[in-house]
């Protein structure tokens, strides 16, 4: 009963470490390809939209893909965001569980 509360922080910390630094990791490698992705696109596009041979109709399309590819890391950056902030929430919850428990363990050994 001594060791509860101990116990709790390491599972809490423990669990709620690794599994931050496990979305950390999953999205750091999503958001490395997507930008990596959207890098090539928007530098194609800004490629093609240099050439002298386009219309002004078709160099309006290119500003226009390029605003759509812009729009499109803004966001994908709001999602990891999102995500960021999920899994910070479950990690509270996590450490906030466990010391409720060693609370109640705490509460139980002083009152017995």
């Not at 060791?3 to 599994?19: A, K, T």
């Not at 399309?61 to 995500?83: H, N, P, W, Y």
Request: hydrophobic fraction near 40%; glycine fraction near 8%.
């Amino acid at each position: 009963m001594e060791q509860l509360p101990e116990f709790i922080s390491c599972i809490s910390n423990g669990v709620g470490n690794s599994f931050y630094e496990a979305v950390l990791k999953e999205d750091t490698k999503s958001m490395e390809q997507c930008y990596d992705a959207f890098s090539k696109i928007i530098s194609a596009i800004h490629h093609l939209s240099e050439k002298d041979t386009l219309s002004e109709n078709e160099r309006k399309f290119c500003v226009e893909k390029l605003m759509e590819m812009a729009d499109k890391v803004s966001e994908k950056d709001r999602e990891s965001k999102v995500l960021k902030s999920q899994a910070l929430n479950i990690v509270g919850g996590i450490i906030i569980g466990g010391l409720v428990v060693g609370g109640i363990a705490w509460s139980i050994k002083n009152i017995v």
